[in-house]
């Protein structure tokens, strides 16, 4: 049974940057895709990045592609999620999931965590 713990939400103002961490148990990222989606109230579940298992490839939403970075520390079992120059519609809770391998869609991981907020506001 994969479990997750997200943390590294808050409070930033736009431009600002947070990184959230997933600390991932009962498996490791060799043998998962790992993927972080996020979910603003009254909003569908939106698809933010994922990472192939082993650490390979990785792909973006276009909405991230060149603000937010993927990566996985050294323990293979914690992802990154750099986010950079925040925008106020980055703003919703975001949750850190697995599956075999990078869904097509956001619905399509198997596995997700509870998820950590994350408020852009000036």
């Known amino acids: 049974q994969l479990q997750f713990v997200e943390s590294g939400g808050g409070l930033v103002q736009p431009g600002g940057s947070l990184r959230l961490s997933c600390v991932v148990s009962?498996?490791?990222?060799?043998?998962?895709?790992i993927g972080w989606f996020r979910q603003a109230p009254g909003k569908e579940r939106e698809g933010v990045s994922c990472m192939g298992a082993g650490g390979g490839s990785t792909n973006y939403a276009d909405s991230v592609k060149g603000r937010f970075t993927i990566s996985r520390g050294s323990d293979k079992n914690t992802v990154y999620l750099q986010m950079n120059n925040l925008k106020l519609e980055d703003a919703a809770v975001y949750h850190c999931?697995?599956?075999?391998?990078?869904?097509?869609?956001?619905?399509?991981?198997?596995?997700w965590g509870q998820g950590t907020q994350v408020t852009v506001s000036s």
């Open positions: 999931a697995a599956q075999w391998g990078c869904p097509d869609n956001p619905y399509g991981y198997d596995y």
């Open positions: 009962g498996s490791t990222t060799d043998f998962h895709a």
